[in-house]
């Protein structure tokens, strides 16, 4: 359980039009009261954009972990504890436990967010970013990246995905122990795994 990771990205192509938030009264119902508060600290997009990254991978984490609710982001509260150079890094938790640390980076591009149930974690997180053009792309490139940097022959790995839609790498015909965490949006893909 200690070992779960997450990540998520998202593009800043059409970012005012994908999420122009429409009122302060949904901004009330998407974000926790604490971070409510920090929105005019910011820039609003750059922040909904951290916060909702955040989220969304502590969300995926505690999928991992046999959570099966609907995404309900308002009971998820990010802390920032740091924010230095287009880095951000703090905690998540849900109905006040812990879930998460994480770190996200921020660029013109893009701003993507890697999350570890344990903070200890997050420097051992092979992590790295590229664009596709198609989703038939995504899997082969994912694949090649993994296989470049654990040195398998591509061939020997597989990505499925679980019921959930939780990604699982599967080498040599068997699930194996990394833990992997996959996001995408508009051409960016996100790969984060810890071995």
């Known amino acids: 359980m200690s070992k779960l990771i997450a990540n998520d990205i998202i593009s800043f192509i059409n970012i005012e039009s994908k999420y122009r938030i429409a009122s302060d009264k949904a901004l009330k119902i998407i974000f926790h009261p604490d971070e409510y508060n920090l929105l005019n600290n910011y820039s609003q997009v750059l922040l909904s954009s951290l916060l ?4 969304e991978s502590a969300y995926k984490i505690m999928m991992k972990n046999g959570f099966r609710r609907a995404f309900a982001p308002s009971l998820y509260c990010v802390s920032i504890s740091a924010s230095e150079n287009s880095i951000f ?10 879930v998460c640390a994480y770190y ?81 949006d508009a051409s960016y893909i996100s790969l984060a795994y810890l071995s």
């Open 52 to 55: 909702w990254t955040c989220k």
């Open 89 to 98: 890094s703090g905690t998540v938790s849900y109905n006040n436990s812990h």
């Open 104 to 184: 996200s980076g921020v660029t013109d591009s893009f701003i993507n967010t890697i999350a570890a149930v344990s903070k200890k974690s997050l420097p051992f997180i092979f992590h790295k970013i590229f664009s596709v053009n198609t989703s038939e792309e995504k899997d082969v490139r994912i694949c090649n990246e993994i296989s470049k940097s654990l040195n398998i022959p591509v061939s020997n790995i597989e990505l499925k995905r679980n019921y959930w839609g939780i990604p699982e790498l599967i080498i040599d015909g068997k699930k194996s122990n990394i833990e992997i965490s996959l996001s995408n």
